[in-house]
């Protein structure tokens, strides 16, 4: 069992379309990173969340921290065929002042159709 | 380059050989990872340095996986004797600063296929 579950593992759907992606766990993170990763090439990070209910936006993509620290979203609106590749969330266990590992998800991979 | 560079890119080795895979993280970064990302699936992490100081290393899947870092900055990660559930694409990431949970920046991967 991974200490993150992302869900669904995998999602195609037509350019327009909303679509929401899902990061759970049963333990509490200190703060929660989103990555995007296209074929071939490392992740990028998209954003990093650090307070339970903490809502951010990057353009048109979501992502909101759960209350409890345990669990993240990713709304995309309007999707675009660039939206295309990995989606993974990466969380560090609440702990020390430099901060616990991170521990990352199992992925969403999303495909776009034009 | 500005970014992470990892070398080589692709690499084919047959059973029982050895390979280094390379990485030149950003310049300055204090943090260097190791991650093993299998098919489809998210990264696992293998080792971090912290400048020369290889720290953790607990995510190592066996003794034939070796990872230095001599002068804090390039670091190699070796797989001796290298057996087929060894295929997989190795990424290497960098970040400032020596915090375990700051923005990681990663290199394109080594993919290595062994036969």
């Known amino acids: 069992t991974q200490l993150l579950e992302q869900s669904p593992q995998f999602l195609s759907i037509q350019e327009g379309e909303n679509l929401t992606v899902y990061c759970n766990s049963s333990?509490?993170?200190?703060?929660l990173q989103w990555y995007r990763q296209e074929p071939g090439e490392g992740p990028v990070l998209l954003v990093t969340?650090?307070?339970?209910?903490e809502v951010k936006k990057l353009k048109r993509l979501t992502f909101q921290f759960g209350d409890a620290r345990k669990d993240s979203s990713l709304h995309i609106t309007a999707a675009q065929p660039g939206d295309t590749g990995l989606y993974l969330c990466?969380?560090?266990?609440?702990?020390?002042?430099?901060?616990?590992?991170?521990?990352f998800g199992g992925g969403t991979r999303l495909m776009v159709k034009p | 380059g500005a970014g992470v560079s990892q070398s080589p890119r692709y690499k084919v080795a047959k059973r029982g050989q050895d390979v280094a895979l390379r990485c030149d993280p950003i310049?300055?970064?204090?943090?260097l990872f190791w991650y093993q990302q299998a098919l489809g699936q998210g990264p696992e992490f293998l080792t971090y340095?912290?400048?020369?100081?290889?720290?953790?290393k607990s995510g190592l899947p066996s003794d034939r996986f070796f990872a230095e870092r001599p002068e804090g900055s390039v670091s190699t990660l070796k797989i001796q004797r290298t057996q087929q559930e060894d295929s997989a694409v190795y990424l290497c990431?960098?970040?400032?600063?020596?915090?375990?949970?700051?923005?990681?920046?990663f290199g394109e991967g080594s993919r290595l296929t062994v036969l």
């Open positions: 969340v650090v307070t339970g209910g």
């Open positions: 990431a960098s970040s400032l600063r020596a915090r375990l949970d700051g923005e990681l920046f």
């Open positions: 990466a969380g560090a266990l609440g702990g020390n002042n430099a901060g616990n590992m991170l521990t």
């Open positions: 340095f912290q400048n020369e100081a290889q720290l953790d």
């Open positions: 333990s509490v993170f200190s703060s």
């Open positions: 310049s300055g970064h204090v943090s």
